[in-house]
């Protein structure tokens, strides 16, 4: 009966590649030992011999009793001293074929490497492109990133600089505005105690005004009744006192104003031709006006010979008339008046005259404009105006209209606006399209006479909302 003892002689198989020669079997049966070679996987697979003695005794020990164990383990170690030149045999033949095969599996393994090596290289070639990409995106990102970083470093200094600044003014306001509360504070104490103190006042005056209000309503009664009689009185009064002022005058001139007195004449050019010297009013008879007139002669101004058709001095007559009051005339000669358009009318339709006005401001300045010739139309021609060679010193030029201006009046509109510049303004006058003057305006008292566009105005002299103190216009003929 055989019994297999063989197994692989010592020979290692590769780690990675096994060899596809079939592993060396050593069978021993009752005809002797033999060598070959077997399946791998057979059952009777035995460990290598360089483990053979001890194995063969181990075995002994398992399969049968001492005696026949100790003669199988003599045979067996003659059959290892036998198998051990056997298997340096074996072992010197395939080494120079294992060392081949080792080498072969070597290059093959360094070619794999190599091939991975150069697919690592690439990759990392192509990684470290991209890295660098990245790294050239990072950078230039960074430097915005740092550029952003500055400017916004620079913009906090420039603010922190205002907020400091803003700070030190914030201070400085609130310490003006604790000085201002604190005054405030003082001020209301104090008109606390004016006011306290004027309400007593207020409450004695209350008192007193109603004690007198009794007898001031006496007095009002009284009064009434003597109106009655005083106006009659002063009409009276009036009336004499120009007789007295007359005869004054007629005897202070001499013979010449007596026989002027008893002449008839047309205007104070003619009365000055005679003989007459003092401004004062006089008596004049125009072509075609039925009555005589009372006139004002200036014999001094620029000659003198001037009859005057208007003067404003206190305001105390009203130029905010009508057109039959503009026609007719009204006032006194010998203070505010307007002599009339139908009488100026008459004056300058029958000869050539020339026009002064003169002009006083409320810090008495004084200022004058001429106009060589100056015409009045009739009243079918709305009293239109006329003139012309402008000179003076009351502007750089006329503040009138020089032709083509009608007259109007509150009732009477002829300018040439839309508006109704009489209404709007005041008075009559030439205002065209309301124009640059009206010196028969709202007479507006000192400190109360400036920014009035319904006052007495000459646009070139004080501007156009300044009201004047005084004017006068005054007429004389041409060449006198």
């Known amino acids: 009966m055989g019994v297999v003892l063989g197994g692989i002689l010592g020979l290692s198989e590769p780690r990675h590649h096994p060899s596809s020669r079939k592993p060396l079997v050593i069978l021993r049966s009752d005809s002797g030992t033999s060598v070959g070679r077997g399946p791998r996987n057979s059952g009777n697979r035995q460990k290598p011999t360089s483990g053979l003695t001890r194995s063969l005794g181990s075995l002994a020990g398992r399969l049968k009793p001492w005696p026949t164990r100790a003669k199988e383990i003599e045979a067996w170690r003659k059959d290892a001293r036998v198998l051990r030149p056997l298997e340096r045999y074996i072992q010197m033949n395939l080494r120079s074929e294992l060392a081949q095969v080792q080498q072969h599996m070597v290059q093959n393994q360094t070619a794999t490497m190599l091939e991975l090596g150069t697919s690592l290289l690439n990759q990392t070639t192509a990684q470290t492109r991209k890295l660098t990409d990245v790294e050239a995106q990072v950078l230039n990102q960074t430097s915005r990133m740092e550029i952003q970083l500055l400017e916004t470093s620079l913009s906090t200094n420039k603010l922190e600089k205002q907020l400091l600044l803003q700070g030190h003014e914030l201070h400085r306001l609130q310490g003006r505005n604790n000085a201002l509360e604190t005054r405030v504070q003082a001020l209301e104490t104090q008109q606390q105690a004016e006011l306290a103190s004027l309400r007593g006042e207020k409450e004695r005056l209350r008192r007193l005004l ?32 120009e007789s007295v002022q007359r005869l004054v005058r007629v005897v202070a001139q001499g013979p010449a104003s007596v026989r002027a007195a008893e002449q008839v004449f047309q205007d104070c050019a003619e009365i000055q031709r005679f003989g007459a010297n003092a401004s004062g009013v006089y008596t004049i008879h125009v072509a075609n006006m039925t009555e005589p007139r009372k006139v004002f002669c200036d014999m001094e101004a620029n000659g003198g010979g001037w009859t005057l058709i208007q003067r404003r001095e206190n305001g105390s007559v009203n130029f905010q008339r009508n057109w039959r009051d503009y026609k007719q005339g009204f006032g006194d000669p010998a203070g505010e008046h307007w002599l009339g358009n139908e009488v100026m009318h008459q004056l300058t339709g029958r000869t050539a005259y020339s026009l002064r006005v003169e002009l006083q401001d409320w810090e008495g300045n004084e200022a004058y404009a001429q106009y060589e010739h100056f015409q009045l139309g009739s009243e079918g021609q709305l009293y239109r105006l006329s003139l012309s060679g402008y000179s003076g010193s009351a502007g750089r030029q006329s503040s009138l209209v020089l032709q083509g201006t009608n007259f109007s009046t509150r009732d009477a509109d002829n300018d040439n606006c839309l508006c109704k ?9 030439w205002f065209d399209a309301c124009g640059l003057s009206n010196l028969n305006g709202i007479y507006y008292p000192a400190h109360h006479h400036v920014r009035k566009l319904n006052g007495i105005r000459w646009h070139y002299f004080q501007g156009p909302s300044y009201s004047l103190r005084a004017t006068r216009m005054m007429v004389r003929p041409v060449g006198v």
């Open 421 to 429: 510049c009489a209404q709007m303004l005041s008075g009559g006058w």
């Open 210 to 241: 109603g004690r007198q209000s009794g007898a001031l309503a006496g007095l009002e009664r009284s009064l009434r009744a003597a109106s009655s009689n005083s106006s009659l009185l002063q009409r009276q009064q009036r009336q004499l006192l």
